[in-house]
């Protein structure tokens, strides 16, 4: 059976025999079998992706007519200032007061202060005449294009975009690349550009000319992250996936260090933690380049952590990164855990210095059960998002619902996300602690009140749905689970665990479980769902393109997916298994 597909100049005859067609958003791709690698449940990582592209290019426009209208008023006071002087030099001469002489934007040493000039002088058209001051069409890069689905849908569904480099070193999907694109028609002809190279390469012979990079590798992203961080122009987006989750919540700590240059805590925060982990390696990769990092979104959906950062450059704001960094201090007993700062700053007239962190943090032995600490980090302890854009994505993502196939899902993480605290790292789990103790778990809403009663804040997280995160030190969080036990007594425990030892001391906070105002977040008391289950099953991450299936996938990709191009080579193994397994006669 033939079919012909695609409008405007991009037709192709299709047998349904050798391809499927997928559809998703406004793109189209087709696949055969495991050729090239496709993975459905990424779709909440593409729509989240488009969501805050459309974001970033609201953004970028009003940061460059703001930039645009600084010009004009600097230009128009030079010139009442001095008549003689032409009114463009002087204006050039007032904007150089606020940038440096190499053009990296100059900020203030604050320590929170993370506002500089935004926009490139590369994304601004400043020939003479009627070009200057227009603001060019942002230029996406997705270095790991593989079937070019990702790129293919932002340039079909996201106003704004001029051209998308679509970049892979793998032939066989660059082919498939090129395959899509003509197949979707003369929009993505037009804007969708393939290139068979090594990614690492590309990025590094094309420094600061892409307003945005994505990264999607098939597993760490370190081994881009280097070239990416100089690829991206002033002010530009870089999106980066890590999927190698195991790594990054600890299963191999040292591996970690090794790919991240960070040692995972094993701590129920420990995918929150991996997000911390991804950031701060990005921002130690543009540190090599005068460069600086601001998060303006970090998630965790499904079995990958995604982050999205602008990237500047700028010498004094770089200071700064030893104010974000921390090492982790978690105890191997109980629930506590306690931040250590890199670095401070001291401030003196005019003057800023940055000095070393002060510490210890802890001592030798955890004050709350007595056991010991393993350290972890260093992570990044600032913001992981930036509200304002949280809000302007989640809106724009609500205005447009049927634009995103996975809209369920990526509006119920954004808004778990717009309710976090923004200012408190990781957090405590309510059932784990109650595991330490031996005890029943009071509801969220009445361990919410006492925190809030005691005059602290408290919200959920949209890592985990038992996660709570709060600004209580950790001897607050265990008075007023003392308290709680008080009301709701256990069972005697053995004096050396951690529970009893906790249990043991008498609370200093009498804790207050009155119902407080707010105590429910605005979503939970609209009923608004937060956490959705896998959609269907075996749900999660898939094959590495061109790898052979065989039976032992099954548990993977389901029995439907293999459809009779199962690999039997590994049933012999197993009945030698299972020969080996029955009872001898001689025994």
């Known amino acids: 059976m033939h079919e012909t597909r695609g409008g405007g100049g991009g037709t192709m005859s299709v047998d349904h025999q050798d391809y499927t067609i997928i559809k998703e958003g406004e793109a189209e791709i087709l696949m055969r079998k495991n050729e090239v690698f496709y993975n459905p449940s990424q779709v909440d990582n593409r729509d989240m992706s488009i969501a805050v592209l459309r974001t970033f290019i609201s953004k970028r426009k009003q940061e460059h007519e703001a930039y645009l209208l600084k010009r004009t008023k600097a230009a ?8 003689s002087e032409p009114a463009g030099e002087a204006a050039d001469e007032s904007l150089m007061n606020d940038e440096e002489a190499n053009g990296e934007c100059e900020v203030s040493e604050e320590v929170h202060q993370d506002e500089p000039c935004s926009i490139s002088k590369e994304s601004v058209k400043t020939p003479e005449g009627k070009g200057r001051g227009e603001l060019k069409p942002a230029r996406v890069l997705e270095a790991l294009a593989a079937s070019g689905l990702r790129s293919l849908r932002y340039a079909r ?12 070193n793998d032939k066989v999907s660059v082919e498939a690349c090129k395959r899509n694109i003509k197949f979707n028609g003369s929009v993505a002809c037009s804007k969708v550009e393939p290139h068979l190279a090594d990614a690492r390469v590309f ?15 098939y597993g760490a992203p370190s081994v881009f992250l280097d070239s990416a961080v100089q690829s991206v ?23 970690c260090y090794s790919k991240y240059g960070s040692y995972p805590s094993r701590g129920k925060y420990c995918h929150e933690m991996a997000l911390r982990i991804l950031l701060a390696c990005i921002e130690s990769h543009a540190n090599r380049y005068k460069r600086y990092i601001v998060p303006v979104l970090s998630v965790k959906m499904g079995f990958y952590v995604r982050v999205f950062v602008r990237i500047y450059t ?36 005019n003057s800023v210095r940055y000095l070393p962190g002060f510490g210890p943090a802890v001592h030798q032995e955890c004050s709350d059960c007595g056991k010991k600490f393993n350290m972890g980090g260093p992570i990044w302890s600032a913001p992981i998002h930036d509200q304002e854009w949280v809000t302007s994505i989640l809106a ?17 993480a954004l808004t778990n996300v717009s309710e976090e605290l923004p200012d408190v790292p990781l957090f405590v789990s309510l059932h784990s602690l109650c595991a330490t103790l031996k005890c029943t778990s009071p509801s969220a809403v009445i361990f919410r009140s006492a925190v809030i009663n005691a005059g602290y804040r408290i919200s959920g997280t949209h890592v985990n749905p038992l996660g709570l995160k709060s600004d209580a030190p950790m001897d607050v969080i265990w008075d007023i689970m003392r308290c709680w ?44 769902t937060r956490f959705l289950p896998n959609p269907e099953r075996h749900w999660g991450p898939k094959l590495r393109a061109g790898r052979k299936i065989t039976s032992k996938h099954i548990s993977l990709l389901g029995p439907q997916a293999l459809n009779g191009t199962v690999d039997h080579e590994d049933e012999e193994p197993t009945a030698k298994r299972q020969k080996a397994q029955e009872p001898s006669t001689n025994s």
């Open 203 to 217: 990025m590094l012979t094309h420094p600061k000319e892409f307003d945005v990079v994505d990264l999607d590798p």
């Open 396 to 412: 724009d993502v609500k205005s447009m619902q049927d634009r995103y196939p996975a809209y369920a899902r990526i509006s119920a």
């Open 76 to 83: 128009t006071k030079a010139s009442e200032k001095d008549s």
């Open 157 to 168: 569904e996201v106003e704004g975009i001029g051209q998308v480099v679509a970049v892979d």
């Open 314 to 349: 700028s010498a004094s704001a770089m200071k700064n990164t030893p104010l974000k960094l921390s090492y982790v201090y978690q105890c191997i007993g109980c629930d506590s855990f306690h931040l250590q700062p890199i670095g401070r700053t001291m401030s003196k007239n």
């Open 233 to 255: 122009v002033d002010g530009g987006m870089l999106m980066c996936t890590a999927t190698d989750m195991a790594v990054l919540c600890g299963s191999s700590g040292e591996v």
């Open 485 to 528: 036990v008080k009301n709701h007594p256990v069972k005697a425990q053995p004096p050396d665990q951690p529970g009893s030892v906790i249990l043991a001391k008498e609370p200093v906070l009498q804790a207050n479980f009155a119902r407080a105002v707010a105590s429910l977040s605005k979503a939970q008391a609209k009923k608004v």
